[in-house]
T-cell receptor, first 113, second 113 residues
Framework: NAGVTQTPKFQVLKTGQSMTLQCAQD?????MYWYRQDPGMGLRLIYY???????DKGEVPNGYNVSRLNKREFSLRLESAAPSQTSVYFC????????????FGPGTRLTVT | SQQGEEDPQALSIQEGENATMNCSYK?????LQWYRQNSGRGLVHLIL?????REKHSGRLRVTLDTSKKSSSLLITASRAADTASYFC?????????????FGTGTRLLVSP
């Protein structure tokens, strides 16, 4: 997971609380993504940013907002957390070169009670 | 909904045996990728196969792609305990220059010493 950092690693929220998950990269890549992973499931795309200044909804955007602060940072905000948002959240990046692989951060484990 | 479905959901083998996992998807793709996830960690890219390729090798990994059947398989030869992880296929249907991956539900592989 070198090159992509996420904070915090763990978080417990009460229903209705808000929080921001932070993602930063040092690989100078254009595209950044936020996914959630629920137990026994693959990853589902929440929001993505093709480049600095642009963001778009993914498969499961409801209840979330994002900010692409600059090329390095892409944050995910939960305005009013719900138990259904209990999940592990992963940030990923990708360059626009011929390499198609995505690089993932270590994840944030969020529990909403 | 998720694009890929992996089969089997779980696989348990002995060290030295081969492990085969399959992925089926629903729509046309540009490429298909396989990722590994160790418990509690982010995903790591293993191998990519483009839609015009039928087979690809990387070390002990062999990937096949059958676009007519919309399926792919990942073979890990001579497995090791360190191969214990979850394996996900991910399909790329995005436009040239930008990529949105859609992940399958994963295969949990357990390799016993």
């Amino acid at each position: 997971n070198a090159g992509v950092t996420q904070t915090p690693k763990f978080q417990v929220l009460k229903t209705g609380q808000s929080m921001t998950l932070q993602c930063a990269q040092d690989m100078n890549h254009n595209s950044m993504y936020w996914y959630r992973q629920d137990p026994g499931m693959g990853l589902r795309l929440i929001y993505y940013s093709a480049s600095e200044g642009t963001t778009d909804k993914g498969e499961v955007p409801n209840g979330y907002n994002v900010s692409r602060l600059n090329k390095r940072e892409f944050s995910l905000r939960l305005e009013s957390a719900a138990p259904s948002q209990t999940s592990v959240y992963f940030c990923a990046i990708r360059s626009w070169s011929d390499s198609y692989e995505q690089y993932f951060g270590p994840g944030t484990r969020l529990t909403v009670t | 909904s998720q694009q890929g479905e992996e089969d089997p959901q779980a696989l348990s083998i002995q060290e030295g045996e081969n492990a085969t996992m399959n992925c089926s998807y629903k729509t046309s793709i540009n490429n298909l990728q396989w990722y590994r996830q160790n418990s509690g960690r982010g995903l790591v890219h293993l191998i990519l196969i483009r839609s015009n390729e039928r087979e690809k090798h990387s070390g002990r990994l062999r990937v096949t792609l059958d676009t007519s059947k919309k399926s792919s398989s990942l073979l890990i030869t001579a497995s090791r305990a360190a191969d214990t992880a979850s394996y996900f296929c991910a399909t790329d249907r995005g436009n040239t220059g930008f990529q949105k991956l859609v992940f399958g539900t994963g295969t949990r592989l357990l390799v016993s010493p």
